[in-house]
């Protein structure tokens, strides 16, 4: 079982910045990729960044330029700095990871998510 928790999550003014921060319980170098999605109310969950075991990051397009997600091998945390905060960023974030188990001799992947943070910009 791998636990993840989020933090950084609250109210921000339009144009204001957050950093939101995933730890995870186990080492993030074990892990195939780590991802932060968000879920505003009466939509569907999306995915906002995400960054691999070899540091590639890919944003959904909406973020391009803003947000920038990052890692900290040593702290077994990734970040996510939200800069430019618009007030459509509004929604839960969550924290994802993709894990590769072995068991009985196969491997196999599972994903794991934090309970969310809240992020709420104000106009």
């Known amino acids: 079982q791998v636990q993840l928790v989020e933090s950084g999550g609250g109210l921000v003014q339009a144009g204001g910045s957050l950093r939101l921060s995933c730890a995870a319980s186990?080492?993030?170098?074990?892990?195939?990729?780590m991802r932060w999605y968000h879920q505003a109310p009466g939509k569907q969950r999306e995915l906002v960044a995400a960054?691999?075991?070899?540091?590639?990051?890919n944003y959904a397009n909406s973020v391009k330029g803003r947000f920038t997600i990052s890692r900290d091998n040593a702290k077994n945390t990734v970040y996510l700095q939200m800069n430019s905060l618009k007030p459509e960023d509004t929604a839960v974030y969550y924290c994802?990871?993709?894990?590769?188990?072995?068991?009985?001799?196969?491997?196999?992947?599972?994903?794991?998510w934090g309970q969310g943070t809240q992020v709420t910009v104000s106009s």
């Open positions: 994802n990871a993709e894990v590769t188990h072995y068991s009985g001799a196969v491997y196999y992947t599972k994903d794991y």
């Open positions: 186990i080492s993030i170098r074990s892990i195939n990729a």
């Open positions: 960054i691999t075991a070899g540091s590639t990051t």
